[in-house]
């Protein structure tokens, strides 16, 4: 596979690409994997010899993707290179002609539904769905392909032993998924939201009948931080033991978040809002997930979390889209979900017992 030094290369030097069409996805240490616009960085520069002041440059280790116009050309993990073709894939615009590349976009496609249905099956999780059977996120093509090789070459292939035959006998003796039994979350419960999200709620049932019965309770409004896979009570009791040593560490400034009155949806059975600045709550949370995860806790759901605050969703996986294209209706303008500071945390249980209408709580915690 060609190098990031040869992409760069080409980037800066290819007279028929425009650099600032591109963006960078790189490993921060302490934030997990970024973006940033490829022009922001000097790549003249060595990181060792880098004024960071006035300039910024990058270790090519921790470069993880380039994305043009939104689409990754080349991906260390997924061992995709559509600058050069090295490993076998059609080059992408600006590198090849946009005909070669159809395909490859209606692929794109079908996995960011594939991530919309991983995110529908989380809220599913929560809820404590059975018929929930794999929460797992997407795999690149690149994964699929290979995995599809290993399997192959792996099994006794006899006209009485198909490998589709072994495949499913080999899936069938595998123990179940992990799924998550507890999560951290922050209530969403201030006087501005209740009212604005009652007030969308009626305007949106108007235009939306059908999406009535499906709305949260105003109780239940939250926005999950990590999801959990403890095994024991002595787990349990260790995990919260985590959450309230994390409460006592200094934050300066303190994080809040808002909810720009933009609907989105999940695979069209989870109606949401993003929290704004999602940079802030992820560094909020980034050390929580590294906790849990040294301890084998964190849900893999979690690597990678979309935070999210559900107005509503369809409750039963086979439930008809009703929430495409909300994105397109002229509702909410003029609410104002307000300034919600991120100051309570909770060690909820999946699936257990209600109070007051929201989950079951194992320890609650205020951030300093």
């Not at 595998?174 to 799924?179: F, G, N, V, Y």
Request: glycine share 6%.
């Amino acid at each position: 596979m060609r190098t990031a030094d040869e992409v760069i290369s080409r980037i800066l030097w290819d007279t028929s690409v425009d650099a600032s069409e591109f963006v960078v996805g790189y490993v921060d240490r302490f934030l997990g994997v970024l973006e940033r616009p490829f022009c922001d960085f000097n790549w003249d520069t060595s990181p060792c010899d880098c004024d960071y002041s006035t300039e910024l440059a990058l270790p090519r280790h921790r470069i993880q993707y380039f994305a043009y116009r939104g689409h990754r050309v080349w991906d260390r993990h997924s061992r995709t290179d559509r600058v050069f073709g090295s490993t076998g894939q059609s080059l992408a615009p600006p590198f090849g002609k946009e005909e070669d590349v159809k395909e490859h976009y209606k692929c794109e496609d079908v996995r960011e539904e594939g991530e919309d249905r991983h995110y529908e099956e989380w809220e599913e999780t929560l809820e404590g769905n059975e018929d929930t059977q794999v929460c797992m996120a997407p795999l690149a093509l690149a994964e699929i392909v290979a995995v599809t090789v290993y399997l192959y070459h792996s099994f006794d292939v006899s006209p009485h032993n198909s490998p589709l035959k072994q495949v499913e006998e080999k899936c069938d003796s595998q123990p179940p998924k992990k799924q998550p039994t507890h999560f951290i979350s922050f209530p969403a419960n201030t006087p501005a939201i209740l009212s604005c999200f009652q007030q969308l709620q009626e305007e949106l049932t108007a235009l939306l009948p059908s999406s009535a019965p499906h709305w949260q309770t105003t109780s239940k409004l939250h926005v999950t931080l990590c999801l959990l896979v403890l095994r024991s009570p002595a787990e349990v009791a260790a995990a919260a033991e985590i959450l309230r040593q994390f409460a006592h560490l200094d934050r300066n400034p303190p994080v809040a978040v808002t909810f720009p009155v933009k609907l989105k949806h999940f695979n069209g059975k989870v109606l949401y809002l993003s929290p704004q600045p999602q940079l802030h709550l992820h560094q909020l949370n980034c050390g929580l997930q590294e906790a849990y995860r040294k301890e084998g806790w964190l849900h893999r759901s979690s690597y990678n979390p979309r935070y999210h605050l559900t107005l509503a969703k369809v409750e039963y996986r086979e439930g008809e889209r009703i929430f495409e294209g909300v994105g397109d209706l002229k509702v909410g303008r003029g609410l104002n979900f307000g300034r919600l500071p991120v100051n309570t945390l909770h060690l909820c249980s999946v699936g257990g017992s209600e109070v007051n209408g929201f989950y079951e709580i194992v320890c609650t915690v205020t951030l300093r």
